[in-house]
């Protein structure tokens, strides 16, 4: 199906129609806009009450106590509740090993268990609803092949409703190639190397976008944490957060052609800006485990009612420790510093936006 271009009513922005899609969400001003029929304003009003008056619901159900108390198994049950009430949890978690090649990672597994452990325990993700792809699973449907990735990307956002809360867990190597399409600031895809990438290829930051941003619906909610090089915009959303050491920031729009949501809400933390290395270093624990890995880990662990900004401000410290100690990380890392990123499919107060999974 041809896609189709068309300037939003409201701020002018042209967008592109996704294949199947009657309508779309403006991503610069919110503005629904329908292709092909037209919609009378009355019941567009009536739309935009309903979805915007479940989604405070929601956010203010989650800001209130658990009952009985504020202990950590209520709070998680009482998590459940609302997952239950009003969406579903979701994640798919896939770490590469690369074995037998030389430039195995020995951690990604680790990173894995680690990054499964968190949401079961702390965020409230049910353990059935969380899918595993990496090279020890004994289900071949689960070795993090490219079909399987492609597969398990699916996975992740099919049949996804209001409410609901999606999570993609990434480590493994990465790549840059050429950008064919005209569509990278920097001339340049990124793309993430499935175990038989030599066979099947890489999965371009294209093909990521159109499988797990641009379907999403209002109400639904996909973070990302990609540990792995060159992935500041491994998800090709169209804001990039570019913030200095005092903590000052700015969003610097990052696309040539918009690659929006159907009004969802899409967030990725990666390891390091698309022209850094991200690193794998025994600095935190003795063992080896990814930098952004440990440092989102600790982080979500230990600092309560966190909002973005002070999510990344956090991790960029604790990482920038780790290489100030160590002085150089495993083979992954070059003299060149990490630096973890923040990309969104929307702008936001990064030091007011709550981080809710």
């Not at 509740?81 to 430039?103: E, F, P």
């Not at 452990?117 to 792809?133: E, R």
Request: glycine fraction near 6%; aromatic fraction near 8%.
């Amino acid at each position: 199906m041809a896609t189709t271009t068309r300037p939003c009513k409201t701020c002018g922005r042209t967008f592109i129609q996704m294949p199947g899609s009657q309508y779309e969400s403006c991503p610069m001003c919110q503005t629904i806009n329908l292709f092909n029929q037209t919609i009378k304003p009355r019941v567009l009003f009536r739309v935009g009450q309903f979805i915007n008056a479940a989604a405070n619901k929601y956010q203010q159900d989650l800001q209130q106590p658990p009952p009985n108390g504020s202990a950590p198994q209520s709070n998680r049950s009482f998590q459940q509740q609302l997952s239950q009430k009003y969406g579903r949890k979701r994640a798919v978690l896939c770490g590469i090993t690369y074995n037998n090649h030389k430039k195995k990672l020995e951690a990604s597994v680790h990173n894995v268990k680690s990054m499964h452990h968190l949401l079961v325990n702390k965020l409230g993700f049910p353990n059935a609803s969380i899918l595993i792809l990496t090279e020890e699973e004994s289900d071949r449907s689960r070795i993090p092949t490219k079909h399987n990735i492609q597969a398990a990307l699916q996975w992740l956002v099919r049949g996804c409703k209001p409410g609901d809360s999606l999570f993609f867990y990434y480590a493994g190597h990465a790549s840059q190639i050429p950008d064919e399409d005209g569509d990278e600031v920097d001339g340049y895809d990124e793309a993430l190397c499935p175990v038989d990438y030599r066979v099947a290829g890489a999965i371009l930051d294209d093909e990521i976008n159109a499988t797990i941003v641009a379907p999403l619906p209002y109400g639904v909610t996909l973070h990302s944490v990609v540990d792995t090089c060159f992935s500041g915009t491994l998800l090709d959303l169209p804001f990039l957060c570019k913030i200095n050491q005092d903590g000052l920031y700015k969003w610097e729009e990052h696309q040539l052609t918009n690659k929006g949501t159907r009004g969802g809400k899409a967030v990725c933390i990666s390891a390091c800006a698309d022209d850094q290395n991200s690193a794998d270093t025994s600095a935190f624990t003795g063992k080896a485990i990814g930098a952004l890995t440990f440092s989102f880990i600790q982080t979500i662990e230990n600092e309560s009612k966190l909002t973005y900004g002070m999510l990344l401000n956090s991790m960029r410290k604790k990482v920038n420790h780790a290489q100030q100690v160590v002085g150089r990380f495993m083979p992954r890392a070059t003299s060149m510093p990490q630096e973890p990123q923040l990309s969104s499919s929307i702008r936001f107060e990064i030091y007011l936006e709550p981080v809710i999974f």
